[in-house]
């Protein structure tokens, strides 16, 4: 067996580190045998990068990728497969550090290359389509997102079979998008037949399993579901945390959605330590601006201003909020959620009129994205006639009332809420 196909082995069975060492011994060796600047040495450097970003390592993966795009460009010609996967990978480190504009650039044209010099059913172009889906459902387009998804789907299931491990990632990313679309009866179908593909494929304690089965804890969180969500994010940490290491941004995800059930069965201070320790972990594998970091940001500042901490939660969320916009743009559905959670803040500290400001604001996001009918539009409405009456404009209220159409019937129980209760999706 080649050095090549003892890393694949590895990586398979989720031994990053250990096929990392064999990557680096493998590039090392057909440096020295066949010089820089051979097609070998390109794929030992792609190999290499992968298992970096799967380590959450990602200091030195964009020199790994560009250099292996840079030797098969000129060994190879540029519109080679090999280009086409080169770009590829790069278009995911872009995807993980939170550049998804970036991401999308370069998943079109590997797009372009792939659908170019491969055929219609290869498994190189429904991978590329489903990892151009992402960042399109990064960047908030998500009926876009849906018809890569769709489109990909289908071409991974001819030419791998419908229980490969590479199926059933995209079966899952199809149950993320579900969520955040609101269809929650299919995120679940989607996530519920992607498990039993990854567990028989991979095994049970694979990082990818974690990631579904945390996928599936947080729509239990979504149901209110506690007892049952616990068990399902226990799991998926005890597998993240073996399998990537404590300090992995999937593990800060996990702990996340863990923070939450503890928040919510009334274990604050418990959920506080969760929060900060997963805040900790993404800033340090993420930097200061990455979106991912956001979330934590802005859970913890709900959890202070559960805790009636009203100052610390403006500070956080007031952050957030910052590094969201900067991240997606000012009309992105994160964004519109930062904006409900501050306001609550602003309500809890009688500035009804400065809330009412931020849920208009958000309220023209999810109507603009969504249209009238997502829960996200039935929140922001909710909040607006919250805000409405505790400022004694019941005839404004009646009016966002009749606008609601009985949305807040279909979607959130009375109160100011925010959408901070999980967050779905796997690893590339």
């Known amino acids: 067996m080649s050095a090549n196909d003892r890393g694949s082995v590895l990586a398979a069975r989720g031994d ?9 011994q493998d590039l090392a060796a057909d440096e ?6 051979h097609p070998d040495v390109a794929n030992d450097l792609s190999n290499l990068g992968r298992m970096l970003l799967f380590l959450g390592d990602y200091a030195g993966v964009r020199q790994l990728f560009e250099r292996a795009l840079a030797i098969d460009e000129k060994a190879l010609g540029p519109e080679h497969p090999n280009v086409g996967r080169d770009l590829d990978n790069l278009g995911w480190m872009f995807q993980e550090m939170g550049d998804y504009k970036g991401a999308r650039q370069i998943y079109e044209r590997a797009l372009v290359i792939l659908e170019k010099v491969v055929g219609p059913d290869d498994q190189n172009l429904g991978g590329v389509l489903s990892n151009l889906a992402g960042s399109l459902e990064s960047m908030g387009d998500y009926a876009a997102a849906r018809q890569m998804y769709e489109r990909a789907l289908p071409i991974m299931e001819k030419a791998l079979g419908p229980e490969n491990p590479n199926v059933g990632f995209v079966v899952g990313n199809i149950g993320g998008l579900l969520y ?18 990854l567990e028989k494929a991979l095994g049970p304690d694979h990082p990818n ?19 049952a969500a616990r068990p399902m994010l226990e799991r998926s940490l005890v597998i993240l945390e073996k399998t990537l290491g404590p300090e992995h ?26 929060y900060e320790r997963a805040l900790v972990i993404s800033e340090k594998a993420l930097g200061p601006a990455h979106p991912d970091v956001a979330e934590r940001v802005s859970n913890l500042g709900l959890l202070l201003s559960t805790m009636k901490d009203y100052a610390g939660a403006r500070r956080l969320l007031e952050r957030a909020l910052v590094i969201v916009e900067k991240a997606f743009g000012p009309e992105h559905p994160n964004v519109s959620t930062d904006l409900n959670d501050l306001a609550g803040v602003l ?17 023209a996001i999810d109507e603009k994205v969504f249209g009238p009918d997502h829960p996200n539009t039935g929140r922001d409405l909710r909040n607006l006639w919250t805000i ?3 400022m004694g404009d019941y005839a404004g209220a009646r009016q966002v009332n009749e606008r609601a159409g009985g949305v807040f019937e279909k979607t959130l129980p009375p109160g100011l809420a925010h959408s901070k209760d999980s967050k779905s999706g796997l690893l590339h």
């Open 388 to 390: 409405l009456r505790a």
């Open 180 to 197: 955040k679309m609101g269809d929650y009866a299919g995120a679940r179908q989607m996530f519920e037949r992607a498990l039993p593909i």
């Open 16 to 24: 990053y580190a250990g096929a990392r060492q064999i990557y680096e």
């Open 209 to 227: 399993v974690g990631t579904m089965v945390n996928s599936l804890g947080g729509l239990l969180l979504l149901k209110r579901d506690y007892e």
């Open 249 to 274: 941004p999937a593990v800060a995800g996990a702990l996340t959605n863990l923070g939450i059930v503890l928040e919510k069965m009334g274990d604050y201070e418990g959920a506080r330590q969760i």
């Open 347 to 363: 309500r809890a500290t009688g500035d009804y009129a400065g809330a009412r400001q931020l849920v208009e604001r958000a309220l």
């Open 32 to 37: 020295k045998a066949l010089g820089p600047d």
